[in-house]
Nanobody
Framework: QVQLVESGGGLVQTGGSLRLSCAAS????????LGWFRQAPGKEREFVGT????????DYADSVKGRFTISRDNAKNTMYLQMNSLNPDDTAVYYC?????????????????WGQGTQVTVSS
């Protein structure tokens, strides 16, 4: 079991940037894919992006392609979400998630382990 803790959320103006971090601790000996999700008030949780264990493969939701970048540093057990050109529609609680994988290249869209979330608010 990997424990995930998000950080880096806050208030940013439209057009601004923010970088979120997801720190993993506990049992990190196994390979695992990571993902970012978000949930705005009154809305369902939305897929943002995912990254393979190696970090070489990534996938993003259409709503964030070209604006958001996922990366990871396995030596630091940390995943990042660089968010640029933010707009109020990006306002949400952002969650990171993990799922074990048997390869370093596979992407995952269904996760079984979640962090507590960090609030991102984009003002007009």
């Amino acid at each position: 079991q990997v424990q995930l803790v998000e950080s880096g959320g806050g208030l940013v103006q439209t057009g601004g940037s923010l970088r979120l971090s997801c720190a993993a601790s506990g049992r990190t000996s196994s390979m695992y894919a990571l993902g970012w999700f978000r949930q705005a008030p009154g809305k369902e949780r939305e897929f943002v992006g995912t990254i393979s264990w190696s970090g070489r493969r990534k996938d993003y939701a259409d709503s964030v392609k070209g604006r958001f970048t996922i990366s990871r540093d396995n030596a630091k057990n940390t995943m990042y979400l660089q968010m640029n050109s933010l707009n109020p529609d990006d306002t949400a609680v952002y969650y990171c998630a993990s799922k074990p994988t048997q390869t370093d290249y596979e992407l995952v869209y269904e996760f079984d382990n979640w962090g507590q979330g960090t609030q991102v608010t984009v003002s007009s």
